[in-house]
């Protein structure tokens, strides 16, 4: 059951994600957004199948219920209109064929190969108590430089966004 | 009852949980046609008239009316309309407050210690419901979108603004309950309050209620802030160009709304099913007791609707900026501060 | 935690609070008291308080010797995170004090505050050992340099430059995380020296090449080597002078510091090979290829530009690729100390140059109003100090003795030279350097003709530096030239610093 819920999240994810970007029936900004909050979604799907509860509440909260809805509140302000269709030209055609090739070799090879740690050292089985314990002991200087990274942006999006007076 | 009792434990819960999941349901959807009916009627008392009263005894099946009404109008769409967008909306403006309900605990037990009366009993139950909630917007803002007409998506941008600026108001108001009760579980918020009326969190956290007060206001789109809406200046925002049962989800999801945000404010603040009189605060050890729970809920739930009624008829609307300014200047700042505050006094209390 | 309290914490993070501090007074003394000042004046006011916040970061970098090392590797202070702290504060010091006299926006506050958060970022850089302390702190250094550069908004061109730069830069940062969260994958550890444990197990695991090769992608793009370079010429065309002094010295310091730490510390163990002719998988090939399309194509491209700014980017792109020698010769234990203390007088005197030049151009292009090469003809009559300053930092970056970058080019090839005890196994880069540096003499000297020998405009008036600007430059140029004629002055405290901490 997990696992076909793992499948089904992760395709989703990918799917989704891949149409964010690469829509081949709309190129308006309205529906890449919207794709984007369905792979929120379902990343939030797979954190609940980690257990970690609080990071798949919060990635909803944050990025579908604050960050994308922004996202939409300013492609209507502005009135983005669809993108043109990208034509694609040979050079395209040819670097694409080359990634694609490389990536078709990787994903033969690292399987066979990689192997990846089980288990980070920071379990903590969705629980929100431990989670905040650690945020404010082992990852307390992390948390406060986001502060900081925060004042920046803040003020850099004021200043940016501010009219020059001339 | 021997039915039940042949079933493994598995195939218990399965069926209870089905049965809560249906019943919930019938109740919020009962709810939401009455509240119509509750809103009609306060809103006539309140300007002398008498109301609706046709249709059955007092008027108790002008719902019924209204949607026969509904489903009989044309459904009418644009042509410049999105179509997809345009379907879509209404049931995204639905959904998320039919959700919400399902972590709010609307009674004890029925008897059986096992089977409380909750859907879903998350750990995480508040930012469940956050999460959730601020999901709604998408259907707000998408239908203004869909629409390509001027004041619909007006609507639409003004609703994006003014979600994203309460909720945090309304996040940070939360916070010093949860200092107090030290759970994100909103059963544990419950069990924190059974102790006596001054154990609520209402008199506990005045200064949050109001916050999340004034905040569930602006995420219901409720007058004072109904800002997407606003009859007089955008003819009703976001919804203009709907009709017939699509117009209705949207009219019936402003209940649901209403629904969710009453009970989040009676779970948090007034105790939930509990009452701190003749030992209703412990769980129920019996059938009618556990009856009698949900009838307590249902009681404060009602209450918490005519409040909301009540606030719509007396008073005007906010102008857009006062809406912004009040979040962003006066709301944040207080909800900081009582989180400051409330961290002060449970360190000064530990010592 | 064990055994460190919040006090320890915040006496080891004295220098940084110091900053953000200084950061905030900036802004409230600006925004709050000096609103309806004249903007001259704003600048200077901030520019003072700034000074004096660096300053006085100094002055706490310098009394204090603690040898701490937190929370696994979350904060590591040693004598050797404080110097490369000291280096980063004094460029911050001369970047805010080009800026003195700057006219370029109206947010005069916010600009000196976004140059501090900024050093605030590299210094939290240079002193972890944890991937999520390093991204966090790369993208608060980013993302304040990202606003800098797109400061001045009267220009179409800032903004292309900025635009180009955030971009650039956002990409390169999705790049890093995802190529860290491969490696914490892989290892199961945060910390750098608990991923070099984790991947001893997986040393030929084709997942670990990509991840490698990504993180280095990332810090490529911060340091601007070839093929991550596209960014370059056009910031530090289009940004500010002073941001775009900032982004070329400050910002390049912590950046290789940082890249250098996780090589060397992180991936310890997967180094290959980089010798010529017998190549191996790891980090030192993947080096090996950038270094020599630094030096290459910086240096070949930098001789048909027309812009000053734009050619120090270039020399920039190349002299990224000499430091990336020295990074090399590190992957090879027997000359780790020696080639780390290489790269650090290298990047040191090397930003101290470069906010020089900046310097010298940020006052040229507010007199003359374009920063064009050809607009410098007669500089030598019209300003004689803005010419030796500049005849001064050019040469240094060419590499001519006895300025600083004669002997941080020298320092670096020989740790190159010796790293391979086998052989000269890096012999071949050296060689490419060493003919890749005599082709930027030419376009060097093609600057200083303009400046020495064409003759200008007879009529134009002589330029008046500014007291700020004439302090900062000749305090750089003199740094330039002490350091080169007495390398020792810096040298020395490094290797005792080296020698002195975890053998990084």
């Known amino acids: 059951m997990q696992d076909i819920l793992f499948y089904v999240f992760a395709a989703l994810t990918l799917v989704c994600g891949f149409l964010v970007v690469a829509n081949p029936i709309s190129r308006s900004p309205v529906t890449s957004a919207l794709f984007l909050v369905l792979t929120i979604v379902s990343l939030s799907g797979l954190f609940v199948l980690l257990h970690a509860f609080f990071l798949a509440a919060v990635q909803i909260v944050v990025y579908a219920g604050a960050a994308l809805v922004l996202f939409l509140f300013v492609i209507m302000m502005l009135d983005l209109k669809a993108e043109e269709r990208r034509r694609i030209t040979r050079l395209g055609l040819i670097g694409g064929g080359l990634v694609a090739v490389a990536m078709a070799w990787l994903f033969r090879v690292v399987p066979r190969e990689a192997a990846l740690v089980a288990s980070g050292p920071a379990h903590v089985e969705g629980s929100t108590p431990a989670l905040g314990a650690l945020l404010f002991t082992q990852y307390l200087l992390p948390f406060e430089a986001i502060s900081l990274v925060l004042v920046a942006g803040m003020v850099g999006a004021i200043l940016l966004s501010r009219k020059e007076p001339s | 009852m021997d039915l039940l009792e042949r079933l493994t434990p598995i195939e218990q819960s399965v069926t209870f949980g089905a049965l809560k999941v249906v019943g919930v349901f019938a109740i919020v959807m009962f709810l939401v046609a009455y509240a119509v009916l509750i809103e009609r009627r306060v809103c006539a008392a309140i300007q002398d008239r008498i109301g609706p009263n046709r249709a059955g005894p007092f008027g108790l099946l002008q719902p019924l009316a209204d949607a026969v009404k509904a489903f009989l109008k044309e459904d009418f769409m644009p042509a410049q309309a999105h179509p997809v967008y345009f379907w879509l909306a209404p049931a995204l403006v639905m959904i998320p407050s039919l959700l919400v309900v399902a972590v709010i605990p609307f009674g004890s037990t029925l008897g059986n210690p096992d089977n409380r009366m909750v859907i879903a009993d998350l750990n995480i139950g508040i930012l469940y419901t956050f999460g959730i909630a601020s999901l709604g917007v998408y259907g707000i803002v998408l239908a203004g979108y869909a629409a390509r007409s001027k004041y619909p998506l007006m609507g639409g941008i003004r609703s994006g603004a003014q979600m994203i600026s309460y909720e945090i108001a309304m996040g940070l108001s939360l916070i010093p309950l949860f200092l107090l009760v030290g759970d994100l579980n909103l059963g544990a918020v419950i069990d924190y309050q059974a102790r006596g009326l001054f154990g609520w969190l209402i008199f506990k956290q005045p200064l949050a209620f109001a916050i999340f007060l004034v905040a569930a206001f602006a995420e219901t789109n409720r007058l004072p802030f109904d800002m997407p809406e606003a009859e007089q200046e955008l003819a009703g925002g976001y919804n203009i160009e709907y009709s017939s049962i699509k117009f209705a989800l949207f009219f019936m999801a402003e209940y649901a709304h209403m629904i969710a945000a009453s009970a989040m404010l009676v779970t948090l603040f007034f105790g939930g099913w509990t009452l701190p009189f003749f030992g209703l605060d412990q769980p129920a050890s019996t059938f009618w007791g556990g009856l009698l729970h949900i009838g307590i809920f249902l009681a404060k739930l009602l209450a918490m609707m005519v409040l909301f009624v009540w606030v719509r008829w007396m008073w005007p609307r906010f102008r857009y900026d006062q809406l912004m300014a009040l979040g962003w200047t006066r709301l944040v700042p207080l909800a900081l501060g009582n989180i400051v505050v409330t961290a002060l006094w449970l360190w000064l209390k530990a010592g | 935690m064990t055994g460190v309290g919040y006090s320890d914490l915040l006496a080891a993070l004295a220098p940084e609070t110091a900053l ?472 020395g405290p490094l290797a005792r610093a080296i020698a002195g901490g975890n053998g990084f």
């Open chain 3, 20 to 491: 953000v501090l200084a950061a905030v007074a900036v802004l409230f003394v600006d925004m709050g008291l000096m609103r309806s000042a004249p903007l001259r004046q704003r600048f200077l006011t901030a520019c003072a308080v700034a000074g004096l916040g660096c300053l006085v970061t100094l002055g706490i970098l310098a009394s204090s010797g603690a040898h701490l090392r937190f929370l696994d590797g979350v904060l590591v202070v040693d004598s050797l995170t404080q110097w490369v702290k000291v280096f980063l504060v004094v460029l911050t010091l001369f970047t805010a004090g080009i800026s003195a006299q700057a006219e370029f926006t109206e947010h005069v506050g916010e600009y000196f505050a976004l140059v501090l958060l900024a050093t605030v970022g590299m210094m939290f850089l240079v002193s972890t050992e944890e991937i999520l302390m390093i991204f966090v702190s790369l993208e608060l250094t980013s993302l304040s340099l990202y606003v800098l550069a797109a400061l001045d908004k009267r220009t179409r061109h800032a903004s292309e430059a900025a635009l180009k730069y955030f971009l650039f830069g956002s990409v390169a940062a999705a790049f890093t995380l995802f190529g860290l969260s491969l490696v914490y994958g892989l290892s199961g550890a945060t910390n750098l020296t608990g991923i070099a444990a984790g991947l001893r197990a997986h040393r030929s695991d084709p997942l670990l090449a990509v991840a490698v090769v990504m993180v280095i992608m990332g810090f490529g793009f911060k340091v601007a080597v070839v093929p991550f370079h596209l960014w370059a010429p056009d910031a530090y065309e289009g940004a500010p002078v002073p941001a775009a002094a900032l982004i070329a010295s400050g910002s390049k310091v912590a950046s290789f510091f940082v890249l250098a730490k996780i090589a060397v510390l992180g991936f310890a163990g997967v180094e290959g090979s980089g010798a010529w002719g017998q190549l191996r998988a790891g980090w030192l090939p993947v080096l090996a290829v950038l270094a020599v399309g630094s030096m290459v194509l910086g240096n070949l491209t930098a001789i048909a530009q027309g812009h000053l700014r734009r050619l120090l980017a270039y020399s920039a792109i190349a002299h990224a690729g000499y430091v990336l020698l020295g990074l090399m010769a590190m992957g090879y234990p027997s000359q780790r100390s020696a080639a780390l203390a290489a790269v650090l007088y290298y990047v040191a005197t090397y930003g101290l140059t470069t906010v020089g030049a900046f310097g010298v151009a940020s006052v040229i292009e507010r007199v003359l109003g374009n920063g064009r090469i050809d607009a410098l003809a007669g500089l030598s009559r019209r300003s004689p100090l803005l010419a030796l300053c500049l005849m001064v930092f050019l040469l240094s970056l060419a590499g001519i003795p006895p300025l600083a970058g004669f002997f941080g080019k020298f320092g670096l090839f020989t740790a190159a030279m010796g790293a391979d005890p086998a052989g000269l196994g890096l012999l071949w880069l050296v060689g490419i350097a060493i003919a890749m540096s005599t082709v930027s003499l030419y376009y060097y000297l093609r600057v200083l003709k303009q400046a020495y020998v064409v003759a200008g405009d007879e009529e134009a008036s002589r330029i008046v530096v500014p007291w700020t600007d004439r302090l900062v430059l000749i305090a750089a140029a003199v740094g330039v030239f002490l350091l080169g004629a007495l390398p020792e002055l810096l040298l």
